[in-house]
């Protein structure tokens, strides 16, 4: 069976957290009481990483982003303790445990992507995820970044941005899915990925789509701000350029209601 283990990861700092953060971990730890919480910040994933898996920590350390270990990281929890993981952006509206099925469970993408690695369940000791670390492994070696990678509050398309889901992120992951070498179980998107406007009573999770992971992104969001006027505190930034990317003021905002026709 699944642990019932619940994993997230954040900056140890709350004040820098993004405030959709500050909603979304409340419902996690409301659906989920009787779980174990496990919270994991830099110092503590690395840590993990060089106590568990002494093998791989060097390469691990050396990939060329900070995105790229804050992915791949997530994908050795599972590997090692198994359970579920979540990101600081899913907003939880039910315990859907019951609902998990079979060893592997990833949820469900309408992208161009198969699968999303924001929900994530798994026994622990699963093949399935070292795979993940190997195929990011090497595509950390072969494939070349731009330079100057930051992916955060852009109004274009980056081509970074696909980089990092091809080298470690969705993309990646719906590869090692499409390998068909394991039997991988996905979470309807109906039920569990819709986009911030939505909601139905249905619902079981929902992602908010902060876009805020990895020092690359942080730093990214404090050299836009500061360029702009660094007298804003930083939660005022936060939710000015949230409403800016997804129309959603968070001063003013029911997780409750459907936006999406509005």
């Not at 919270?39 to 050396?62: A, G, H, M, T």
């Not at 330079?147 to 980056?158: A, S, V």
């Not at 309807?188 to 690359?216: A, C, D």
Request: some cysteine; charged content about 25%; overall charge neutral.
């Amino acid at each position: 069976m699944i642990p019932k283990i619940i994993h997230q990861t954040a900056y140890s700092n709350k004040e820098e957290w993004h405030p959709i953060w500050k909603h979304c971990q409340p419902s996690v730890l409301s659906c989920f009481k009787d779980f174990e919480y496990k919270f994991w910040d830099d110092d503590s994933l690395d840590n993990f990483v060089k106590e568990k898996y002494p093998q791989i920590y060097k390469e691990y350390k050396n990939f060329p982003s900070h995105i790229f270990q804050l992915d791949c990281v997530r994908y050795l929890l599972l590997h090692h303790f198994g359970g579920i993981y979540i990101d600081m952006d899913v907003y939880c509206y039910d315990n859907f445990y019951d609902e998990l099925k079979g060893d592997v469970n990833l949820v469900e993408s309408i992208h161009d992507e198969l699968v999303q690695n924001s929900l994530m369940a798994s026994v622990s000791n699963h093949p399935f995820w070292m795979d993940c670390y190997d195929l990011t492994l090497h595509r950390t070696k072969t494939i070349k970044l731009k330079p100057n990678l930051n992916t955060f509050f852009k109004k274009k398309g980056d081509g970074n941005d696909n980089l990092v889901r091809l080298i470690s992120g969705p993309l990646m992951l719906s590869d090692c899915v499409k390998q068909n070498k394991h039997s991988i179980y996905i979470l309807p998107y109906k039920y569990f990925n819709h986009e911030p406007l939505s909601y139905k009573k249905e619902f079981k999770t929902k992602h908010m789509q902060s876009g805020m992971w990895g020092k690359e992104i942080k730093d990214g969001f404090y050299v836009i701000r500061n360029n702009n006027d660094p007298s804003i505190p930083i939660e005022e930034y936060h939710k000015y350029s949230y409403k800016m990317k997804t129309s959603i003021d968070l001063n003013n905002f029911d997780f409750y209601k459907d936006y999406s026709s509005i």
